[in-house]
Structure formats: structure tokens, C-alpha cells
């Protein structure tokens, strides 16, 4: 009988991701169409924020120095207008929000914390804080402060930064390319006639959605045929992509050539078998020359498979290809809501719906890696190690969402 050596999980990653290399390709893109984009390039702070002094509420800006006084109101500054210093003795400014504050006072009195108020004369408490609701320029970040860095990805947030800086165009990583293929005679593509010894591909359909998802673009190139000479032909046509994910055809049946195929053309396995349910046939490599160093990944063809394997394998190192720094899955903390089981001796995927900081199992962790709607009906997984085979209602689990964040630093995802 032949026996497979199985890649232990973690080493799996660790070397997928070591191999993954940072695309170097960038372009400038205007900073309405950067959302989800990778920044190539640090942005430096270009001006002061706040760029001037100002004031944080609406009330009165005098010295400190005059704490306890009444003073006189000698003017009244609005946003936007400059005022130079103009104040005497026992005088003092009525101010608005966000108003510049001249340099001849110090802090600000909101207009509800005043002793009283009449006929231009307010009564200042006897016991203030210097400097209160005085934002001084360039405390937020001054010039030359590092706002953002390579590799961190663009969203509301960043734009509205860049926004403040009157910056409108950014350099990016250019996407990079992904080919989605499928495997398989028994596929028929959706708007076909599919017969009942054939299977509609969903597969393809599930990727470049998830792929989308996650801000990627992806063109979706069509079914290999089970056959190794067609297999070969087909992939040498891909060698433009950066990347290239396949479902299906990876396994040891007598029809799966995909590891043939693409040994024949150039490739560098990574690894081929990991020690993990579902996703066991799992291949990783790259073609170096000939394809420019293609990254490849030969997903197993159960559509439960290939999906939750995209989430705990594919989308990291796409991250890291694509020149980002976030290529760890954030978890978050649940509590399990029904005890399952799971099989020792392999790193276990389990299905499962987390929400409102509970976890709960799939289907009690009891479906094949062929069905299609559990992964609908879950919307997270959980990894447990090889040696657990029981997790107990009222555990705390580490969950993985499939609309997580990614993080700079690794996470610990066992169970
Ligand atoms: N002797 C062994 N047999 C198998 C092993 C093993 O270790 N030893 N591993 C099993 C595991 S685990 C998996 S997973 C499957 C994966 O096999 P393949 O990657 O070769 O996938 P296929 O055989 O081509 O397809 C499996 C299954 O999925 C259906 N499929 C394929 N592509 C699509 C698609 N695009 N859309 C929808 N469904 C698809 C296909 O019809 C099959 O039913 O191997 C086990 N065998
Ligand atoms: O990877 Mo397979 O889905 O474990 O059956």
C-alpha cells in the first residue's frame, strides 16, 4: 500500500508563506479609487495636524494668568478667520470651535463653564486648567511624521487622512493576477445543461467571489480536462498570472494530474499533502523561470474543501503577495455552545456560526467535505489541534471568521 507523508499544518503555512514574495510592481491611483489598495511607499505627514492652534469649544480664549477675573470681550473669532494677538489688560476673546486662537492667550473657558455673561463682560472661574481646550498645532502629527507605512492597506480611515493632507493621488501595489481554474469531466458551468451523472462547478464561482471579497481581482480561465497531456497544455497557457489556483484533480486517484501537470511545467513543490481535515491533498509551489514566479495553489476539488482552505491558507499569502503586511487571520474569542468531536492525529477545521461571542457548531461537526450549504450555514472556523478530540460546551475557542481582518503579527488560531 502506498503511504503519504503528510506536511505538519503549522510547518505548512510557515513555508507558504516564506515562499509567497512581495510583488514590486506599483502605480499611483487617485485616492477615490485606493479603498482595500496596499500603499508601496511610507506617507509622511505634509502638514501639521491640527495646522494651526484652535480651539476645541465654543466659549471664551484668555490667559490663564486671569483666572477669577472679569474681562472684557474684546473680539469675537469664527473658523476660518486669522486674528493677530490685539488683547489689553483684563481683556479677552469669545471663540468658536475650531477657530484659530491667537498666540496672546493660552487656554479656553467653554461658554457653560463661565462664572457669568453680560453685556460683553464674562466672569472667569477662579480655578482653571492651563491650556484646556487648546489643541496646539501639530500635536495630532507634525511634518515628516510617518502616517502610514508600506504594506498597510488602504480604507475609510486612511482616505480620510489623506484627505486632511490634501493629498489625492497614492502609489500602490498594482494588483497583482490571479487565474481560477477548475478540474474535472463531470463539471458542467452553470448556464450549461448538466446531466444527473454530471455536477454544476460552483467552485470557480466561490473563489473569485471570495476573492473579490477580500479585494482581490481574479479572472476565472475555464475546466481542465482529466486527461495529463490536456492538463499540461492548459497550464503552460497561464503563465502570464502572478498567481494560479486550481480546484480538483490533486488527490491519488487515477485521474488527478494537476501535480503532473504543473511538475511539467516548471514547478517547485512547496509541499503536496497536509496533515489537515478537510484539505489533505493540498499542493503549494512556484515556477520560477518560467512563469516568473508563478505561485500555485492546487486546492483539493470538494467545494467545502477548497473554500475553507482559501480562508486558512490561500488569502494570506495572496496578502503577502500582493505587498501587504497583514497576512495573519485576527481571531476572536467564543464560547462554545454545544460539545463536539473531532478526529486526533490531524489538524481539524470545524464549521460554525460565530456571533454575539458565542460559537456554534455546524450540523454538531457532522457533514462531508462534498457538501456545499454548511459552508452557507456557517459564517467562521475553528482549528483544533491533532491531539484534541473533544471541545466542551462553555470552552473559550479561538474563532476565524470568514469576514475577518488580518493582522502584522501571527495569532495563535489553536484549539
Ligand atoms: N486514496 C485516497 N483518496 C483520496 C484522498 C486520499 O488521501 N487518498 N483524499 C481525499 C480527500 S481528503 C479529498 S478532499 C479528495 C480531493 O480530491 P481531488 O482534489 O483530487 O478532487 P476531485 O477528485 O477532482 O474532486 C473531489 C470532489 O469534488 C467535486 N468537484 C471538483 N471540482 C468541483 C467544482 N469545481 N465544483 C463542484 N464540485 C467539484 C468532484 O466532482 C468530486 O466529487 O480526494 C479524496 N480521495
Ligand atoms: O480534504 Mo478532504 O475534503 O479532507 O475530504
Not at 503555512?13 to 508601496?40: G, H, P, Q, W, Y
Not at 444527473?196 to 480536462?225: H, R
Not at 501537470?261 to 518560467?290: C, D, S, W, Y
Request: some cysteine; glycine content about 6%; aromatic content about 8%.
Amino acid at each position: 500500500m502506498l503511504k503519504k507523508e503528510f506536511l505538519d499544518f503549522e510547518l505548512a503555512v510557515e513555508k507558504s508563506l516564506e515562499n509567497a514574495k512581495a510583488t514590486k510592481f506599483t502605480e499611483i491611483v487617485n485616492i477615490e479609487d485606493a479603498l482595500n489598495r496596499i500603499i508601496s511607499k511610507d506617507v509622511l505627514c505634509r502638514k501639521n495636524l491640527p495646522s494651526f492652534n484652535n480651539s476645541a469649544m465654543d466659549g471664551f480664549a484668555v490667559k490663564f494668568l486671569d483666572a477669577g477675573k472679569s474681562l472684557k470681550v474684546k473680539k469675537i473669532i469664527f473658523a476660518g478667520e486669522k486674528v493677530e494677538p490685539c488683547l489689553e489688560e483684563n481683556e479677552c476673546y469669545k471663540i468658536m470651535t475650531g477657530a484659530q486662537v491667537p498666540s496672546d492667550v493660552d487656554t479656553i473657558i467653554p461658554i457653560e463653564d463661565v462664572i457669568s455673561y453680560k453685556d460683553e463682560i464674562v466672569t472667569i472661574p477662579e480655578y482653571i486648567k492651563k491650556g484646556s481646550s487648546l489643541r496646539l498645532k501639530g500635536e495630532e502629527k507634525a511634518i515628516n511624521d510617518v502616517l502610514f507605512k508600506k504594506g498597510e492597506t488602504i480604507n475609510s480611515s486612511t482616505l480620510a487622512v489623506f484627505a486632511s493632507q490634501g493629498i489625492t493621488k497614492i502609489e500602490v501595489y498594482k494588483k497583482i493576477s490571479i487565474a481560477v481554474v477548475s478540474t474535472g469531466n463531470e463539471l458542467k458551468e452553470p448556464w450549461e445543461e448538466a446531466s444527473e451523472d454530471e455536477i454544476y462547478n460552483c467552485n470557480s464561482y466561490a473563489i473569485t467571489t471570495l476573492l473579490e471579497e477580500k479585494g482581490f481581482d481574479s479572472t476565472y480561465i475555464g475546466v481542465i480536462p482529466d486527461n495529463l497531456e490536456q492538463s499540461i497544455d492548459f497550464i503552460n497557457s497561464l503563465s502570464c498570472y502572478d498567481v494560479v489556483i486550481t480546484t480538483g484533480g490533486i488527490s491519488m486517484g487515477d485521474a488527478d494530474f494537476m501535480a503532473e501537470a504543473f511538475r511539467q511545467n516548471g514547478l517547485k513543490t512547496i509541499f503536496h499533502g497536509v496533515n489537515i481535515k478537510p484539505g489533505r491533498p493540498i499542493m503549494m509551489g512556484v515556477i520560477e523561470k518560467e512563469f516568473n514566479n508563478c505561485f500555485v495553489m492546487c486546492l483539493p476539488g470538494n467545494p467545502l474543501t477548497a473554500m475553507v482552505n482559501m480562508h486558512l491558507f490561500a488569502i494570506p499569502v495572496l496578502n503577502k503577495i500582493q505587498g501587504g503586511n497583514s497576512i495573519y487571520q485576527d481571531i476572536c474569542l467564543a464560547v462554545n455552545k454545544e460539545d463536539f468531536k473531532t478526529k486526533t492525529g490531524r489538524v481539524n477545521i470545524v464549521l460554525g456560526t460565530a456571533k454575539s461571542g458565542e460559537f456554534n457548531v455546524t450540523k454538531k461537526n457532522k457533514y462531508g467535505s462534498g457538501m456545499i450549504t454548511v459552508l452557507n450555514e456557517s459564517n467562521a472556523i475553528v482549528v483544533t489541534k491533532p491531539d484534541k478530540d473533544f471541545t466542551a460546551q462553555g470552552e473559550f475557542l479561538r474563532v476565524i471568521r470568514f469576514g475577518c481582518s488580518y493582522l502584522e503579527t501571527k495569532t495563535e488560531i489553536f484549539n
